[in-house]
């Protein structure tokens, strides 16, 4: 009888750190992993608000318009890529090419902007948050 004891408390005591361990877990992906539009994380007090979607998106519609073949099939968009291809190759630090693939990556999957001024001062400095 007292070895019948022994199983079942050790099966409860795995049973209750099992459980304990799930909760914990289940807790931490709800808190940790939670998914915010990106204007939730704005200030309440902003008076600029700006959305990009990104190209990506919308590329396909955007090969149909007068805009695109504008700036791409006239050759502009090589002329534009040859002036940041000469700053990014005189940038003797790498940083160039780190804002270059920042800067693509934001027109490519889009970005929010937004400006707020600080709370609590009447002639502050707006702050801008992206």
Known sequence: MAKLRKNWRSTGLVAGMLFLLVAGWTSANVLLFQQAAPEDLLP???FLYCRIDGSE?????YEQTAEFKAFYESGLADVFEGLIDAAVSRDNTGNAEKIRAAASDLLAHGFVFGASL???EANGIPIPTV
């Open 57 to 61: 998106d919308h590329q396909a519609a």
């Open 44 to 46: 309440e007090n902003s």
């Open 118 to 120: 600080p709370q609590g």
